[in-house]
């Protein structure tokens, strides 16, 4: 259909004298402004405030990953743990598709084995959105920190459970009396292992109102604070 | 084989091999950033917004910036018809319509008919062609605008030097640099695309579930299928492949005087004018819709010339007797 409107066009236009082509026409410069407007109130997202979410090592200036990212998943593919995912629209309109973790079966070790410790991510991301300073290291630039939720944590129900203290990479858990795994926040660095190991949302009674695992990495503010989502404060 | 055909399949594959690099962690990347590993050939309009956004120079930006421009300012708009996937994405309603009605007639169609006829016409020596193709051409005028043409502003309006791809290009950087993040990427129907099928790879296969799933493709939808000339009014990417374009000298439409209908038999064709995707008449190039600038080397009107008298060749030189095409309209043969 389009193309035969295009076609009689053609044939109206051989047959008359050929109009004059000008800058810029009125047609084409409302439309652009249309363009402009749409553009204008998808800036506004900027305005609504969301909650840091969990960046890859690089990322913790949550500011430079909005500001650079140019969301070509460059990330996610490196990553040789395939942790790293797009943040969603639940995060907020400006983190879609910029980079989070998905520590649902493995954690980040800053590519340690990999490469000798100098993340992937950090290393390929080619508009520097992802950017260490010199000198950043895994024990030195947390990624965030851990928060368990003693409401929904199987431990906390004697059922005996301390995977998430074995699997700490950086002893950053300890065990109390009563064998209940806790966090020591001094210590931990937000890699992961400990909420890739957590199996209560998989395994024994979940808990009533439980939607995510019962020890989540959170991410910190722009103080260093870790932003706790269920108020608990260790011990 | 159709080029339009052979222009699909290269699209498709590198999809595919997006996708396949995307799920085998090579690190290929997508239309944003694609190489290999630190290597990569960065797209120019995200490279300047995140710069502006977030205020500060990126050196290693640079290097793979420049390499895209050179390719972009060698190739012309050739991305746009033979890289882009979105010209595919807004044909996709077109071809599902191609699939239930099947008995339209297409462009292609009507241009067979016409090249049939102008070979009859040949054949029998006979200067009648110009009269059957204006018949032709009469009945579709008739069937469409039936005030006549003479008021028909849409029909006449050429497009400018700059249009409102151009405005939104300046109002892609300018917002990105009050807003301090690269707004127009975040909704860029290329990266979209991409996106939208990576999140369908990510549902299979880590069960990710989430709203993104369909606000990816509701943007992509509205932008390309619902506001159907994307790429010829909305584009910022096409703006600045079209700006690169025009002080280029490679790939630039050539043809050969001696072939053509027009010139060699003083015959009516315009066969290579009407099935121009931007409107573009390489006969009478002072009469096209768009300037030669915004030819995407989609190659459809080298297909479709009756007598083989266009060619795109890569280097300005060895062209033999084929001409530029040049909106000028002075340089008859170089």
């Avoid at chain 1, 292992?193 to 009674?205: D, E, N, R, T």
């Avoid at chain 2, 018809?81 to 010209?87: E, G, L, Q, V």
Wanted: proline fraction near 5%; glycine fraction near 8%.
């Amino acid at each position: 259909m389009k193309t035969e409107e295009r076609l009689n066009e053609e044939y109206t236009g051989t047959e008359e004298q050929p109009s004059k082509r000008g800058i810029l026409s009125r047609r084409s410069f409302c439309i652009g402004l249309g363009g402009t407007a749409v553009l204008i109130g998808f800036g506004g997202f900027k305005f609504i405030t969301v909650d840091p979410i969990i960046r890859p090592p690089g990322g913790q200036n949550e500011g430079k990953v909005i500001a650079s990212c140019i969301h070509c998943e460059k990330c996610y593919e490196i990553c040789p743990r395939n942790i790293i995912a797009p943040g969603h629209i639940e995060d907020g309109v400006l983190n879609i598709r910029t980079p989070t973790f998905n520590f649902k079966y493995d954690y980040c070790d800053w590519c340690e084995k990999e490469n000798d410790g100098v993340p992937l991510c950090a290393t390929i991301c080619p508009t520097d959105a992802l950017y260490l300073p010199a000198g950043a290291g895994i024990f030195s630039a947390a990624l965030g920190k851990a928060e368990l939720n003693p409401d929904w944590c199987l431990a906390y129900k004697m059922m005996g459970c301390a995977s998430c203290y074995r699997a700490c990479p950086y002893e950053a858990m300890e065990l109390d009396e009563y064998g209940r795994p806790y966090v020591l926040e001094d210590v931990c660095i937000g890699c992961g292992a400990c909420q890739a190991a957590c199996i209560s949302l998989s395994s024994g009674s979940i808990s009533e109102g439980a939607n995510e695992r019962a020890i989540i990495v959170r991410a910190l503010d722009d103080k260093g604070q870790i932003i706790y989502k269920h108020g608990y404060r260790g011990r | 084989m159709k080029v339009v055909n052979i222009r699909t399949i290269v699209v498709l594959i590198l999809i595919a091999v997006i996708t396949i690099g995307y799920i085998t962690n090579y690190s290929i990347g997508t239309f944003s950033a694609v190489g290999w590993r630190e290597f990569a050939l960065l797209c120019p309009l995200g490279a300047f917004e995140t710069m502006l956004a977030s205020k500060t120079f990126v050196g290693k930006a640079l290097v793979s910036l420049i390499a895209t421009v050179v390719l972009f300012a060698l190739c012309g708009r050739a991305f746009c018809s033979w890289i882009c996937p979105i010209p595919l994405v807004s044909r996709l309603p077109d071809f599902i319509k191609k699939r239930l009605m099947a008995n339209k007639t297409t462009t292609h169609a009507v241009v067979s008919e016409r090249a049939a006829l102008a070979d009859k016409a040949g054949a029998d020596e006979q200067v009648v062609k110009p009269k059957v193709t204006e018949s032709i051409g009469n009945s579709l005028v008739k069937a469409k605008c039936s005030s006549g043409s003479s008021h028909c502003s849409a029909c006449h309006e050429k497009r400018g030097h700059l249009d409102s791809r151009h405005i939104v290009l300046g109002a892609s950087l300018l917002s990105a640099f009050v807003f301090g993040f690269p707004v127009f990427c975040a909704i860029c129907p290329l990266g979209l695309t991409i996106a939208s099928i990576l999140l369908v790879v990510q549902l299979f296969a880590i069960g990710e579930v989430t709203w993104t799933l369909l606000f990816a493709p509701l943007v992509l939808v509205i932008e390309v299928i619902f506001f159907r000339k994307w790429c010829q009014v909305f584009c910022p990417l096409s703006a600045i492949t079209s700006l690169l374009s025009k002080a280029t000298v490679t790939m630039k439409l050539r043809i050969d005087d001696k072939k053509c209908l027009e010139t060699s038999q003083n015959r009516k064709c315009s066969a290579c004018a009407s099935v121009c995707p931007e409107r573009i008449n390489p006969r009478h190039p002072e009469k096209s819709y768009s300037l030669m600038c915004e030819c995407t080397k989609c190659y459809e009107c080298v297909q479709v010339c009756p007598t083989k008298a266009l060619k795109i060749p890569f280097l300005p030189w060895k062209t033999g007797s084929f001409a530029r095409v040049s909106d000028k309209h002075k340089e008859k043969k170089d």
